[in-house]
């Protein structure tokens, strides 16, 4: 069995992008350059590694392309790079001038193990400004069935060629030229829609002011177009300076996120990093729109030609990823970036929430507080959609509804809350209704017997909801819904009269971890008024407790995440469920990728040291367990019945009416017994 710990195994496919130091007009020497950077290639365990255009002779040689030594000696340059290629694993994509029927194309020569699988020319010639190309070079012909004889073999010649690895589901691979990715229809799009997963672009492309944010934006917005990745590697030092200079800039990106950039003005500069093939399958088939412009694209991908290789990746050995994984997929690393985001998920909850009003023609909330994240978020949600409206928040009813296991700090800090915004804060002490339902039901709480049952639970939360829309009633109010998707995930709500239920839920569509981070970046910068700061900071710093069962003799409180497992874990498998359909393996891997004690990924700068943990393999399969069976196979007929409330983020809601629809009546089997195979693998 491949190795657990393989990244091949696991959907991913490793790319390299070198930008070698050039020896103009010198093909033998450079494509020993190649070669030695294929070798470090192969070192790395990459499955591709790609060179810049024209990167046997340089690009910059001008007239010297039409030599007829220089293209003898590249047509022996190559020759020699397809041989040295026999004993390395990687897909080697190196740039050469090919001759066909006394025409010369500027070509990608696409190589694997000792041959020359196609060549592909260049597309679009430019011929403005610096660019002469068409001087030289004859525009790339469609593939026709030609084989052309080129450095000692016959290969497929022609534009329109993918590569697929036989033996690795999703691995395909197109290639186009520089211009072809600044063309207003890029051959890339068809690519991807004939199966390509990875496109790579050998490119010139010389250094000019602001020009690298340029092709930047460029290769990260046609991988998302295409929805595959997209890996770009321009010409670098030792090119000819005679009036153009060349800065070797390497790129990786994937599903319109930038992955890794190399550094730019060194020799033989480059990136390695590692592309998830089987998520941009899988959001390829979520995407309809993808199949709509394939089948109406068919006319030209039909005309594609397939050209099958044997990859054998290493499965045998450790390979882990070199990618960082993102411990929290909600959440954004980069500070700048958390704030912008923070910000949009505040603004899209205030538009909801005030449409919802306006339409309703009520201008009053009722919402319960209980001095933990949730009620916290949608208090402020909902203050500041009053204010968008100018009504006053005076109209904001903020209920306590104390119960036989709240604290006086949790209290304490609901009631603070309520006064920073503003807002009119009342209480109702449940215990006394909670007493009387308990004992009509006969349940031994009501005898004096300290039994803490899930009917001892929901007699607090469904009188908490029952109050709260009886309020409603009572005051013309709306019922603002506190619950969050995460605990719609995991079912970790009373159903019906309880807090699974709402007029409206604005926060429907946040997980747990996106909650915490909005909460402290409303902190950190006073969005909910300098007068909340403190409280806020309190409420973050609190254990996250539903506070249905008393303390124990210890003074331990009910805690949630002890229950049904760690937020940022679970938040984590949520996003990878829905977003992409992974299953439990995959999952195991990312997580300890992202979580493990050998984690690459770096903590983002709001996780406070306290926060900074990991988590076992042992840890991550018994949560992981924990998710699949209450997803699965609990909780969908909640879900089945959740109130209206706005969707947030990319990953998606879990609304019936959006993005998830499931049975009710599922079984989890099926992937808690990945879980148990994987358990038996790994000795746990």
Known sequence: MPAFHNLYRHGFVRVAAFAPHVAPGNPMENAKRLNALAREADRRRAGIVLFPELSLTGYAIDDLHHQALMLDASERAS???IAASAELMPVIVAGAAVRVDHQLY???????????????????????????????????????????????????????????????????????????????HPPSLDGALAGASIMV????????????????ALVRVQSQKTLGAYVFAASGTGESTTDLTWDGQTIACELGETLAQGPRFEDGSGLVTDIDVERIVQDRLRFSTYRDSARNAQDRIAKWHRIGFTFAPPLDETLPLERPVRRFPFVPSDPARLDEDCHEAWSIQVEALVQRLRSSGISRAVIGISGGLDSTQALIVTARAFDRLGLARKDILAYTLPGFATSDATRQQAIELAEALDVTHREIDIRPAAERMLSDLGHPFAQGRSEYDITFENVQAGLRTDYLFRAANHENALVIGTGDLSEAALGWCAYGVGDHMSHYNVNA???????????????????????????????????????????????????????????????????????????????????????????RSDWPDHVAEADRRHYSMAEILKWLRVFHARFFGQSQFKRSAVPNGPKLTSAGALSPRGDWRMPSDMSAALWLEAIDRLEEELGL
Request: glycine share 10%.
């Open 79 to 81: 020759e020699a790079l």
């Open 106 to 184: 500027n070509c990608a020569l696409i190589i694997h193990r000792g041959r020359l699988l196609g060549i592909v020319p260049k597309t679009y010639l430019p011929n403005y400004r610096e660019f002469y190309e068409k001087r030289w070079f004859a525009e790339g012909r469609p593939y026709t069935g030609r084989h052309v004889r080129y450095a000692g073999q016959d290969a497929p010649f022609g534009t329109g060629l993918l590569f697929e690895a036989e033996d690795m589901p999703g691995f395909s691979l197109m290639a186009e030229i520089c211009e072809d990715l600044w063309a207003v």
């Open 201 to 216: 672009n050998l490119s010139a492309s010389n250094a000019l002011i602001g020009k690298a944010r340029e092709r930047e």
């Open 509 to 599: 569509g946040l997980p747990k971890t996106l909650i915490q981070h909005l909460i402290a970046w409303a902190a950190r910068t006073g969005e909910a008024g300098r007068g909340a700061n403190a409280v806020l900071e309190r409420i973050l710093a609190t254990e996250i407790s539903p506070e249905l069962v008393p303390a124990g003799a210890d003074g331990a409180m009910q805690s949630t995440q002890a229950r049904i497992g760690p937020y940022p874990l679970q938040d984590f498998t949520l996003h990878h469920v829905v977003r992409y359909g992974f299953g439990p393996e995959k999952i195991a891997f990312l997580q300890e990728s992202a979580w493990g004690e050998a984690s």
